[in-house]
């Protein structure tokens, strides 16, 4: 299997508080990226880095931040968490861009009372 | 921007029946194409994708799919379904021509749950 893991699997939080979700590699992969999946909208892209320190802004970025301060791990922040930020948050890594595609992790489900 | 649809949230089919998985894209030029599968409580796994070598394109557990470009779709097909397929599968797009700024980013289909029955 390829070497990403995603931490805890499983989180209850109350509203307005601070949550950090890691998501650590050892494939050494360049490219990493925060996923949520919500039934009937697929995955949508929270944010990407393409490298350690380079991070960017996806689809559905408010209310999270990232950060990448070395090469194996992602960490996404729930800066105050609310319902609607309940979901099942994905990591995925990717060696290159174009026709590389994504390996995922396992996911965490996150639930925001 | 890159968008795909999948027709169809539900499919249910019968054990040893066809499976026929809808994907369309929208881009202006043939993007980088492919299919995932996700059982219950796991990440995605790749099934197969496109890359521009071959129009028909095979993937793991006997699923195939063919690019037209003429009717900007990718589906995904089985000839005979397994109890096992029971999934959720999903249809991902990225921009072959943006080259490095792209990221490597892929858009994602809102899925399309298969259910098999005996």
């Known amino acids: 299997d390829a070497g990403i893991t995603q931490s805890p699997r499983h989180k209850v939080t109350e509203t307005g508080t601070p949550v950090t979700l890691r998501c650590h590699q050892t494939?050494?992969?360049?490219?990493m990226y925060w996923y949520r999946q919500d039934p009937g909208h697929g995955l949508r892209l929270i944010h990407y880095?393409?490298?350690?320190?380079?991070?960017d802004k996806g689809e559905v970025s408010d209310g999270y931040s990232v950060s990448r301060s070395k090469t194996e791990d992602f960490l996404l922040t729930l800066e105050s968490a609310t319902s609607s930020q309940t979901s099942v948050y994905f990591c995925?890594?990717?060696?290159?861009?174009?026709?590389?595609?994504?390996?995922f992790g396992s996911g965490t489900r996150l639930t925001v009372v | 921007a890159q968008s795909v649809t999948q027709l169809g949230s539900h499919v249910s089919v019968s054990e040893g029946a066809l499976v026929l998985l809808r994907c369309n894209y929208s881009?202006?030029?043939?993007?980088?194409l492919f299919w995932y599968v996700q059982y219950p409580n796991q990440g995605l796994q790749l099934l197969l994708k496109?890359?521009?070598?071959?129009?028909l394109v095979k993937g793991i557990n006997g699923f195939e799919a063919e690019f037209k470009k003429s009717e900007t779709s990718f589906h995904l097909t089985k000839p005979s379904a397994h109890m096992s397929d029971a999934a959720e599968y999903f249809c991902?797009?990225?921009?072959?021509?943006?080259?490095?700024?792209?990221?490597?980013?892929?858009?994602f289909g809102q899925g399309t749950i298969l259910t098999v029955h005996p």
């Open positions: 880095s393409y490298g350690v320190k380079d991070t």
């Open positions: 991902a797009v990225s921009d072959p021509w943006a080259g490095g700024t792209s990221y490597g980013k892929l858009t």
């Open positions: 881009s202006s030029v043939p993007p980088y």
């Open positions: 494939e050494n992969h360049r490219y």
């Open positions: 496109y890359t521009s070598a071959a129009t």
């Open positions: 995925a890594i990717s060696e290159g861009t174009g026709d590389y595609g994504y390996t």
